[in-house]
């Protein structure tokens, strides 16, 4: 790839927008300029109220190869004590608030930081998708994967454990016994078997075009709606369930006679395409 190719292409058509990692060369491992790449996508598309669904996807043959194995040589030719981090890692570290009042490494911010848009996101997963790369699958709410896809943990091959939020995400998805496995063997796990024990949504053929039809399906209901839902389960997901229960409470009463929840109803009643503003 030239080296005036941005590391990550963005693009927002019909309240759909796309975030494609673009070291294709590499099968999209993230290097320091892919990590400030994908927290300043996320925040950009965090602050367009013309966005409904997200869609995190993968240029060339893979998803993602995890991290740039040109920094484990760093980290072993420096040590624990050594300074192995690439420049612009604290650059990094600052570009998304810090959650709950605790700092986080870039690796987990770059992970966690689409959590924090109010819309759906979707990981669409082909090739690899391991150690870094999985981890950012997990940060998405849906992940449609290919059937041949391998899915891992292989921080474990370089002694290491996942640090970007993995332990904590995976374990809600598959159960702290299949996590423990998968993290402590780095064992490779295909899209069929990652549908098999709930680490993917679905499989597809053609995993981009797929999110890609769910997205613009997801972008036709009301906006505003579809932000409740998103910020709703991701309450529950996390066992805030007194705060989630309040929360669902407000989010009906602001939705409840909204001009976008009377234009559902309408388009329903009237059997045609709703026309909504964007929330």
Sequence with gaps: MPDDQPVVLTTVTDGVAE?????????????????????GAAAQLRRDPAVRAVVLSGEGRAFCAGLDTRAFDSMREHGANGDWRPPGATEAAAALADVDGQALGR????????QTLPVPVIAAVHGAAVGLGLQLALGADLRIVAPDAKLGAFEINWGLAPDSAGTQLLPRLIGPDHAM??????????????????????????????????????????????RS??????????????????????????????????EAVAAAREKRQPRFADA
């Design 107 to 114: 690796g987990q911010r770059a992970v966690l930081v689409w």
């Design 181 to 226: 496995e998968l993290c402590t063997t780095g064992r490779i796990v295909s899209g069929a078997e990652a549908v098999d024990i709930g680490l993917a949504t679905r499989l597809a053929a053609d995993p981009r075009a797929a999110a890609a039809e769910l997205a613009r399906q997801i972008a036709t209901r009301n906006p505003q709606a579809i």
């Design 229 to 262: 839902v998103t910020r709703l389960i991701r309450l529950g997901a996390v066992g805030r369930w007194q705060e989630g229960l309040q929360a669902e409470l407000d989010e009906m009463n602001k939705n409840v006679g909204s001009d976008n929840q009377r």
């Design 19 to 39: 975030v494609r990692l673009n070291r294709p060369g590499s099968l999209n491992a993230v290097n320091d300029d892919l990590f400030l790449a994908l927290i």
